[in-house]
């Protein structure tokens, strides 16, 4: 009999446990001795933050980051053969959705082991709820370009996929990048369309406001260094 | 002083409340009175779920769905106005994300009320997290056309976005229509993409899978009224 990947979600920063995780997920870590993350001083801080009293010392750590190589990976999944349980976990929010955990998820499905989702924070999706915008067709498209003229042309086609096919536009920006990439929006968009930017989402701050462009103008946020979600509609 | 608006996420079937939700939830629950809703009957077995002693004859629901007046929705913002805050909730999973809310969130965040999402289950990301696809670019689509060439015309769009744009794409499908879709996909797109089907999530009998078309064709899931989700990549 294998054992089960579990998909465990963390917090977005230094909020509290309880709110923003179900009890079931503390109570299914307390089994669990296996765990692929991100960073293992990270994934410590959480489990210790969930489970005061754990034997974090006994517990096995896999590091799966952009540097783990293919046939890493799949020696991570070893447990789960054997008959254990592995918990895969993300340095913030949900795993696999904006960080390199879905390849061993990946690897996971392909080997017939069951994979189960826990409930948590994602930052995309709870920005997306709080925006008013269209939650009936949305995409995540992740980074913008770094170089002006190729995030001048992503924008102008997500632009393009707005109007035509009505659908909301999510991407975020690493966050001494924020100021910069809302200049740009601001810059090279149409100023009737509408940005929702959600920053600090669960934490002390959060803040989540949806105006046109031309209005952001007159009121440009202080995002520098914060965490920040933009999503762009008409 | 104005409310704040609160999105509270619903359980997606017949799960327990501390499976999917945190207990933040249940305690910003307690201290609200007025509600907007997709259907009474529903909020309150749902509120009951939560808080077995609210007093909720004396709450306030107001109902929105696809046959609500755009008139009406603004008056649903009144308490707000008046300074208390308003919960709204979802039939299942997240508000204003596959449902009508997102109307009655515009228009808070055009009068400046301020919009608190909280957290809970989503099936579109958890079966987003345990398909193994990319996470880092995907589109939700919504619903396929009913009649079968409109239906083709977008699956062939969407394979387009998949080998082009390496985009996971997402849909759903009325419970009664995802044996009649899933034949669908299985006949008109290419047998070497890959399906993650997904139903019953954090339900008893979850069942979350992906397989290439062609291997699908041989194992056809039991899905005839299951809440499902398809998610189509390469």
């Not at 918990?87 to 879905?102: Q, Y």
């Not at 966050?175 to 669960?202: E, F, Q, V, W």
Request: some cysteine; proline content about 6%.
């Amino acid at each position: 009999m294998m054992g089960t990947l579990f998909l465990f979600p963390t917090t977005l920063g230094d909020s509290l446990i309880s709110d923003v995780l179900p009890d079931r997920n503390t109570k299914l870590l307390a089994t669990i001795q296996h765990f692929i993350v991100e960073d293992i001083r990270t994934a410590r801080r959480f489990i210790r933050k969930c489970l005061p009293l754990a034997a974090i010392d006994e517990m096995t750590f896999f590091v799966l980051n952009q540097r783990t190589r293919a046939e890493e990976i799949s020696s991570f999944l070893q447990p789960l053969i054997e008959g254990h349980s592995v918990g895969l976990l993300s340095e913030a929010g949900c795993p696999a959705i904006a960080d390199p955990g879905a390849d061993v998820v990946a690897l996971a499905q392909e080997k017939g082991i069951q994979v189960v989702p826990l409930v948590g924070p994602s930052s995309l999706l709870l920005a997306l709820m709080a925006s008013g915008f269209n939650g009936q067709s949305f995409a995540f498209n992740g980074y913008l370009p770094v170089q002006l003229p190729e995030k001048v042309k992503v924008l102008k086609r997500l632009e393009i996929k707005i109007l035509n096919e009505h659908q909301s536009q999510l991407f975020i920006e690493t966050p001494y990048r924020n100021t910069k990439t809302l200049t740009d929006i601001l810059t090279h968009c149409s100023p009737g369309l509408k940005l929702c930017i959600a920053a600090d989402i669960t934490l002390e701050g959060e803040f989540i406001h949806t105006y046109t462009l031309k209005d952001w103008k007159s009121r440009m946020p202080y995002l520098n260094k914060r965490p920040a979600i933009f999503i762009l509609y008409k």
